[in-house]
C-alpha cells in the first residue's frame, strides 16, 4: 500500500499568519493518464471531511482561495496564505492513484 | 441540496453482522462511484470500499475483504455496506461519500461484547 507521511501533526499558528502542510507518498503518484491524484481534505471538529483541493492543485467549489496546493510525484504541499478561525481542524491529504485508497495521519491546525 | 445520509450504526457484539445503508439526494447518484470511509474514535480517516458508478467494480481495504461487500441499488439512490464477521477494531464512524465530493454525516458502529 502506498503509505502518506504528513508533517507537522501539530501546526500551531497565528491568526493572518500562513500556515503549510507537507504530505510525501511512498510511490509516485502520477496514474496512467498523466494526472497526479493527491487531494486535501479539512475536517472541522465535530464535522464530517470535506475536500479542499483535488489533483494536487484545484479547488473545490466553494474553498476560500487563502488554500492553495502544489507538488509533484511523491512530494505534495498545502498552503494557507492567511489562517482565519474557521481553518481549525485537522487536515489530510489522500492518493487516489493507487488502490487501496490511503490518508495521511492528519495535521492539527490550531490557533496560538 | 445534495445530502447523503447514513444509517444502520449501533452497538453489535463481535462476530455479528451489522448493514449500513447511505441515501443519496440532490444529485445523480448513478454517475458517481461510491466509497465507505470510517474513522475510529479520536483516530485519522481510513478507506475501506468503492463501488464503481454501474455497480461491478469494487475494492477494498485489506483488513475487510471477505467480511465486507459493498453494494449499491442505484434505482433506490442508495450505497450499502454489509459488514460481518465484526471485531473491535471495526469500531468507527462510517461515512459515505460520493467521489469524494460529497459526504454524509456518518453513522457510528460500535463493536462490543
Known amino acids: 500500500d502506498v503509505v502518506m507521511t504528513q508533517s507537522p501533526l501539530s501546526l500551531p499558528v497565528t491568526l493572518g499568519q500562513p500556515a503549510s502542510i507537507s504530505c510525501r507518498s511512498s510511490q509516485s503518484l502520477v496514474y496512467s493518464d498523466g494526472n497526479t491524484y493527491l487531494n486535501w481534505f479539512q475536517q472541522r471538529p465535530g464535522q464530517s471531511p470535506r475536500r479542499l483541493i483535488y489533483k494536487v492543485s484545484n479547488r473545490d467549489s466553494g474553498v476560500p482561495d487563502r488554500f492553495s496546493g502544489s507538488g509533484s510525484g511523491t512530494d505534495f504541499t498545502l498552503k494557507i496564505s492567511r489562517v482565519e478561525a474557521e481553518d481549525v481542524g485537522v487536515y489530510y491529504c489522500m492518493q487516489g492513484a493507487h488502490w487501496p485508497r490511503t490518508f495521511g495521519q492528519g495535521t492539527k491546525v490550531e490557533i496560538k | 441540496q445534495v445530502q447523503l445520509v447514513e444509517s444502520g450504526g449501533g452497538v453489535v457484539q463481535p462476530g455479528r453482522s451489522l448493514r449500513l445503508s447511505c441515501e443519496a439526494s440532490?444529485?445523480?447518484?448513478?454517475?458517481?462511484?461510491m466509497h465507505w470511509v470510517r474513522q475510529a474514535p479520536g483516530k485519522g480517516l481510513e478507506w475501506v470500499a468503492v463501488?464503481?458508478?454501474?455497480?461491478?467494480?469494487?475494492y477494498y481495504v485489506d483488513s475487510v475483504k471477505g467480511r465486507f461487500t459493498i453494494s449499491r441499488d442505484n434505482s433506490k439512490n442508495t450505497l450499502y455496506l454489509q459488514m460481518n464477521s465484526l471485531r473491535a477494531e471495526d469500531t468507527a464512524v462510517y461515512y459515505c461519500?460520493?467521489?469524494?465530493?460529497?459526504w454524509g454525516q456518518g453513522t457510528l458502529v460500535t463493536v462490543s461484547s
Open positions: 440532490g444529485f445523480t447518484f448513478s454517475n458517481y462511484g
Open positions: 463501488i464503481w458508478s454501474d455497480g461491478i467494480n469494487k
Open positions: 461519500a460520493a467521489n469524494f465530493d460529497f
